[in-house]
């Protein structure tokens, strides 16, 4: 009879085939081999946790903010191109860097709320209410449970009949504009307020568009990248003309790039030769855990920090904040 799993362990451990032997073990010779020279941050999974804490601990990277509050609508009137994966990524990207960011959602879906881990059921006070003047912004504004200086206006399926609504209003294309002004005298220190649009050129894009000063169109590479694009510019032209003349297209940020296909690099080269340097050079790639990161109702950069969308998205935000410094400083 055995005395003890102690020693059946011992004994089928020295037995197996190719395993080391602990009391032969030579390590000066196994750093001669090519497996000693394997840094542990060549390894996959070693690799994504040193990913995941640079974004957890950002260290020494410098984010300027803004000199004023900058507020940019997220828009493209064509479907599944990343407007509210990009629009609740960048927001916690730029919070992870210490700014403090305000997302409106203004699509019926909810689904940035949903990312954002706000409530946003019926009866919640949301950009509806806001939008139709029966709440102060001070009571739509919830914090997101992920990070203190990420805020959130979260959208219920009441805003589907808003359109309507608000057709018959006073100013009906100008009230955003006004909520987001007086969530500045309410004491939010907000930095940047990023508003994600419906897939479409209606009455709440409009007030998206005369609410901003800046236009962020993420752009898929794929195929028909650029189709709707020009109407969506044209839109964008009219409200410059009419409604808001400081309205710019600042950013255009290319989204589900796969680089193992030279359809994403000629999509890539075309949006870049059609809109020159508002693109940013990050690119955001196909994956899996950006995707699943709203089914947890987080962004990908609390879902899974070390991952590759998650790093791409801080760069993005970087690259966001850094770009209009270096206007700033040019004027």
């Keep these: 009879m055995s005395s003890g799993p102690a020693n059946v362990s011992r004994e089928t451990t ?170 500045g005298m309410v004491g939010f220190d907000i930095d940047y307020v990023l508003i994600d649009c419906p897939p479409s050129l209606g009455l709440l894009t409009v007030n998206a568009l005369v609410a901003a000063k800046e236009v962020l169109i993420p752009i898929q590479c794929e195929y028909y990248a650029l189709e709707g694009v020009g109407q969506l510019l044209r839109n964008i032209g009219l409200v410059q003309a009419h409604l808001n003349p400081e309205l710019h297209v600042s950013t255009v940020l290319l989204t589900m790039y796969d680089g193992r296909t030279k359809l994403a690099d000629q999509v890539a080269e075309e949006v870049r030769n059609h809109f020159g340097d508002v693109v940013l050079k990050s690119m955001i790639p196909r994956s899996v855990k950006v995707s699943e990161a709203p089914g947890y109702g987080m962004t990908v950069l609390d879902y899974d920090p070390g991952s590759r969308g998650a790093m791409s998205y801080m760069d993005a935000g970087r690259e966001l904040a850094s770009r209009a410094q270096l206007k700033q400083d040019a004027s």
């Design 14 to 183: 020295s037995r197996v085939p190719g395993m080391l032997d602990s009391s032969s073990f030579d390590a000066e010779t196994f750093g001669n081999t090519p497996f000693g020279h394997i840094s542990p941050a060549e390894t996959p999974i070693a690799a994504e946790a040193q990913r995941a804490s640079q974004i957890l601990h950002p260290g020494k990277v410098n984010v300027p903010k803004p000199r004023e509050q900058r507020i940019i609508t997220i828009a493209n009137q064509k479907g599944g191109v990343g407007k509210t994966t990009t629009t609740v990524n960048l927001a916690a990207a730029l919070a992870h860097q210490g700014m403090t960011v305000l997302v409106v959602d203004l699509d019926p879906q909810g689904n940035a709320s949903t990312a954002l881990g706000v409530a946003h059921n019926s009866g919640v006070p949301s950009s509806y209410e806001l939008l139709i003047g029966e709440v102060a912004v001070k009571d739509a504004i919830q914090v997101s449970p992920h990070s203190e200086r990420l805020l959130c206006v979260p959208a219920t399926i009441d805003l589907a009949g808003a359109e309507i609504e608000l057709v018959s209003m006073v100013a009906r294309e100008g009230r955003l504009k006004t909520a987001i002004r007086e969530a």
